[in-house]
């Protein structure tokens, strides 16, 4: 998966962010992500589905459209790739350097922009601290 195109690499909310237009994102990470797709890939991890999907059905989100449809169509948006979850990332996402918590999704996230040589674009704060420590590259949302 690694090639010589840079990617950006979207946490859920980002993404969830993005697409919806929230005002949540800023707008130098906003204006940072548009630039980006112009030249280079927007990544969404293969676990950010699943994370949409529980929070919808937890309520946490809501969306004008079907869960499911808005997934679909989310995807489909320019410079938008879906980066599976292969064996590398798996496996990286139990082994990942450092102190950064346990949160399954988040792990296998950080673990995918490792694989890719990406940056992250994410407000989790625990993220953005791992990121000091220098194992993984970031850009902050908030």
């Known amino acids: 998966m690694r090639n010589n ?7 859920t909310h980002v993404w969830i962010w993005l697409m919806e237009g929230s005002p949540r994102l800023k707008l130098s990470a906003r204006k ?3 630039e980006f797709v112009t030249e280079h890939a927007l990544g969404i991890s ?3 589905i699943w994370e949409v999907a529980m929070l919808e059905s937890k ?3 809501s969306f004008d459209i079907e869960c499911g449809e808005w997934i679909k169509t989310s995807l489909s948006a320019p410079g ?6 292969v064996p590398e990332i798996a ?14 999704a988040d792990r296998i996230i950080i673990a995918t ?5 990406g940056v992250l674009v994410t407000a989790d704060r625990a993220i953005l601290d791992y990121a000091k420590t220098g194992f993984i590259s970031v850009v902050s949302a908030l």
Do not use: N, W, Y
Not at 80 to 85: E, F, G, R, T, V
Not at 91 to 104: K, M, Q, S, Y
């Open 5 to 11: 195109k840079q990617i950006l690499i979207l946490d």
């Open 32 to 34: 940072q992500i548009e």
């Open 46 to 48: 293969a676990i950010s």
């Open 59 to 61: 309520g946490r989100v």
């Open 80 to 85: 938008i790739s879906l980066m599976p979850i």
């Open 91 to 104: 496996v990286d996402a139990t082994r990942l350097p450092g102190d950064i918590h346990g949160d399954p």
């Open 113 to 117: 922009t490792r694989f890719c040589g």
